[in-house]
């Protein structure tokens, strides 16, 4: 059984362990993977037709490792694009005199090993100054999952701060306010609540940078990113427009210009030429996920090198037949370049 001692490996273990069987029980629960597909199906429809998020019943689970898990389907409407897509929601939760917490896995994206993996803890002490100084009735389970379907719209803000990476997460009326474990793993313990009145003058300035930067940068799934940008009309104008969105957000919230123009220069540069080269998939989920697994080495040493313009053309055509996409030709390649990097220099 987890709790706030437990090792990272343990408790990461554990939790993808464990998610894994709760998620069996919800299908189990909604009469087999037939009764599931029927019950997205619907929640999708509901969602579209009302115009919000829509949540199905939920069930607790009791994990073999001792684990108090609820999990249930939800779908989330999504108004920039007016569609909606379907999430399974599980979260470790305990119950104790002194209140309750809860343990939400995180899939932040991709790493060498195919997955990078995360956690967002949530502690009791949180949970007793949200009550408190939001004014909320004492949280019991069906409050818990009120809360988490309110975080399906949330955005985790990382800053450095004294030598340790803080984390905050704009909530109506105030900050949830934690850390980021140390170690590698990405752990987020979430572990108190500040009203806004409560906030200093530093406190409020990084606070308005908060609050413009969710304002100019709604966190957005990414299959509905995706969407938005490949029913644009404008492929290439919708993806630099996101780009433009992530530099944005990174630079509000404290980041380092040059540090993100050199990690990201080849990330908008790759996809704009093969976008011109007319590889249509390339703005897929999948598409992308696999690119930064199998090209990283090679454009980790690109960027280390400071992006040399007069060797990129190297470097899209290893990267693309890394990706094995069909009929590539160098000449046109460099033509393509030769074109995009006039432009950027005209800009």
């Not at 990078?116 to 502690?123: A, D, E, K, V």
């Not at 799934?221 to 492929?235: K, L, M, Y």
């Not at 540090?259 to 007319?278: A, E, S, Y």
Request: with cysteine.
């Amino acid at each position: 059984m987890i709790n706030l001692n437990t090792n990272p490996q343990q408790l990461m273990n554990e939790l993808q362990e464990d998610r894994k069987k709760a998620v069996y029980w919800l299908v189990k629960k909604s009469g087999g993977q037939k009764g599931y597909t029927r019950l997205q199906d619907k929640l999708l429809l509901d969602a579209r037709k009302n115009r919000h998020d829509v949540a199905s019943d939920s069930y607790e689970y009791l994990s073999p490792n001792g684990n108090r898990w609820m999990v249930y389907e939800c779908a989330q409407y999504i108004k920039e694009t007016n569609a909606a897509m379907t999430k399974t929601i599980a979260f470790c939760f305990y119950e104790t005199v002194g209140g309750i917490g809860a343990y939400i896995p995180l899939n932040l994206g991709v790493s060498s090993s195919g997955g990078s993996q995360g956690c967002l803890i949530f502690t009791s002490h949180f949970f007793s100054r949200f009550s408190e100084r939001a004014e909320v009735e004492r949280f019991d389970a069906d409050m818990l999952q009120r809360f988490i379907n309110a975080l399906l719209h949330f955005t985790i803000n990382l800053y450095k701060k004294e030598g340790e990476v803080r984390v905050d997460i704009k909530l109506p009326g105030g900050i949830a306010r934690g850390i980021k474990r140390k170690g590698q793993e990405n752990i987020f313990e979430i572990r108190t609540f500040l009203k806004d009145a409560q906030l200093s003058n530093s406190q409020k300035r990084h606070t308005d940078n908060l609050h413009d930067s969710v304002a100019e940068g709604v966190f957005i799934p990414d299959e509905a990113r995706t969407d938005r940008i490949q029913h644009s009309g404008n492929n290439e104008k919708a993806f630099n427009q996101e780009m433009q969105d992530m530099k944005t957000l990174f630079y509000r919230q404290g980041g380092d210009p040059e540090q993100f123009d050199n990690t990201m220069k080849v990330g908008v540069w790759l996809p704009n030429v093969w976008i011109r080269m007319g590889y249509a998939d390339l703005l897929s989920k999948e598409f992308l996920q696999r690119h930064a697994l199998v090209n990283r080495d090679i454009i980790n040493d690109f960027t280390g090198k400071g992006c040399p313009k007069d060797e990129f053309a190297d470097l899209v055509e290893v990267c693309s037949r890394n990706m094995k996409l069909k009929s590539f030709n160098r000449q046109k390649a460099e033509a393509v370049i030769g074109d995009y990097f006039k432009e950027i220099e005209e800009q």
